[in-house]
């Protein structure tokens, strides 16, 4: 089955930095890339999605980029705000189907 | 905003009892899905639910575990003798049918944190 891998575990950076995070997806047919927000006693909310027959997306300050040859998608955050504080999680799916999560990063943006 | 909700928050339990969580999925959607993290760990796919049955399972979800949908709004997960390994945040998940675009948009509830002694 499908397995995802997301890097760094634990990401910190100052207010207004750049965030990236990293994942890698092992089945080739996987098509549907999403990325989840979780905020401490909330559950995991949706932020920004990917489908594989485009290679970015952008909204506002986050960004996704998929590379299907490597198989990886990473997350961009630019101009880092506190509220962004939270854990993301990477996912990936074939066309209906469950979605299979990365571990997760744990983003803390200092003021 | 339309949003899953879920009962208990946090549920402490001993060891071989029976626990039932609860989620109230989003009024129009069809898809139910049940996920658990356990502390530490990847979120992970336990059974999705469509059209009154279970539509795939995960190996996690072995004879110890059932869901139903008893009325036209409650989705539960029910475990019948309660591991230590177990424990873990439970969340539920609804989704719409979105065929044309073949994606699988998940609105997630809060969890329900299950801790068994």
């Known amino acids: 089955g499908e397995n995802v891998e997301q890097h760094p575990s634990t990401l910190s950076v100052q207010e207004g930095d750049s965030a990236v995070i990293k994942c890698t997806y092992s089945?080739?047919?996987?098509?549907?890339f999403p990325w989840y927000k979780q905020e401490l006693g909330k559950g995991p909310q949706l932020i920004i999605d990917?489908?594989?027959?485009?290679g970015e997306k952008k909204d506002q300050r986050i960004a996704v980029t998929l590379n299907k040859t490597a198989k990886h998608f990473s997350l961009h955050i630019t101009e880092t705000q506190p509220e962004d504080s939270a854990v993301y999680f990477c996912?990936?799916?074939?066309?209906?189907?469950?979605?299979?999560f990365g571990k997760g990063t744990m983003l803390l943006v200092s003021p | 905003e339309p949003e899953v909700t879920q009962t208990p928050s946090h549920q402490v339990t001993q060891m071989g009892q029976e626990v039932i969580l609860r989620c109230v999925p989003i009024?129009?959607?069809?898809?139910f899905y049940w996920y658990r993290q356990i502390l530490g760990q990847k979120v992970e796919f336990l059974v999705s639910?469509?059209?009154?049955?279970?539509?795939?399972k995960s190996e996690i979800f072995d004879d110890q575990f059932s869901v139903e949908r008893p009325d036209g709004s409650n989705f539960t997960l029910k475990i019948r003798s309660t591991k230590l390994e177990d424990s873990a945040m439970y969340f539920c998940?609804?989704?719409?049918?979105?065929?044309?675009?073949?994606?699988?948009?998940?609105?997630f509830g809060a969890g329900s944190r299950l801790t068994v002694l």
């Open positions: 996912a990936a799916s074939i066309r209906w189907s469950t979605l299979t």
């Open positions: 639910f469509y059209n009154n049955e279970i539509s795939e």
């Open positions: 089945d080739s047919a996987s098509n549907y």
């Open positions: 990917i489908r594989s027959n485009v």
């Open positions: 009024s129009n959607h069809l898809y």
């Open positions: 998940a609804s989704s719409e049918i979105l065929a044309a675009s073949g994606a699988n948009v998940l609105t």
